[in-house]
């Protein structure tokens, strides 16, 4: 199985600032065939299930504010947000999809300075 | 839109099957580009994907290996729903149950709710 760690585990950033969490993967999941990263990123709040935010490593789902950019190819990945809202605190997880069973990184906890 | 919506006891014996079903709007279960899928959340385990199953031309399953030996996931095509069967349950298999869409592409877009399960006596 592909092992997904992110870090840090938790991190507290002003309103207004950038954050930034990491997901690497055991292997690549970048395809050779297509040149994708089969790589998410989710929001979760509580009592939610996970939202889709990022896929392809770096594209916005629809709707998703543009603060928020995914990028990095084959075992590296970041999340970025550019500019942080309150309405921003949540657990972000990454997955990859490229081979089954799909994993999911442990989550990174992200609060309000 | 699509709308996922999950049912089931929230209350499971020890050693005995955890039912869930999963109903389906705005898609069908019998889409040749999507795939159906249960995922799992516990504070000790996080979120695991349990398997999947779609239809491209005819039904395929795919499951996880750690829980391969007691896992079925069946689409009902009449009732445009899918359903998951977890045998041999123990308080390990706590946790919230979620049903999702995967798009043909392989990532997953659509959750829905999340139904909590107990395994306890």
């Known amino acids: 199985d592909i092992v997904m760690t992110q870090s840090p585990d938790s991190l507290a950033v002003s309103l207004g600032e950038r954050a930034t969490i990491n997901c690497k993967s055991s292997q690549s999941v970048l395809s050779s065939s297509n040149n994708k990263n089969y790589l998410t990123w989710y929001q979760q709040k509580p009592g939610q299930p996970p939202k889709l935010l990022i896929y392809w490593a770096s594209t916005r789902e629809s709707g998703v504010p543009d603060r928020f950019s995914g990028s990095g190819s084959g075992s590296d990945f970041t999340l970025t947000i550019s500019s942080l809202q309150a309405e921003d605190v949540a657990v972000y997880y990454c997955q990859q999809y490229h081979i089954t069973p799909y994993t999911f990184g442990q989550g990174t906890t992200l609060e309000i300075k | 839109q699509v709308q996922l919506q999950p049912s089931g006891p929230g209350l499971v014996k020890p050693s005995q099957t955890l039912s869930l079903t999963c109903a389906i709007s705005?898609?069908?279960?019998?889409?040749?580009?999507?795939?159906w899928n249960w995922i799992r959340q516990s504070p000790s385990r996080g979120l695991e994907w349990l398997g999947r199953?779609?239809?491209?031309?005819?039904?395929?399953?795919d499951y996880a290996v750690f829980v391969q030996s007691r896992i079925s996931i069946n689409p009902d095509t009449s009732k445009n729903q899918f359903s998951l069967q977890l045998n041999s349950v123990t308080s390990d298999d706590t946790g919230v149950y979620y049903c999702?869409?995967?798009?043909?592409?392989?990532?997953?877009?659509?959750w829905g709710q999340g139904t909590l399960v107990t395994v306890s006596s």
């Open positions: 705005g898609d069908s279960v019998s889409s040749n580009s999507a795939s």
């Open positions: 999702t869409r995967e798009d043909m592409s392989g990532y997953t877009d659509y």
């Open positions: 199953t779609y239809y491209r031309s005819k039904w395929y399953y």
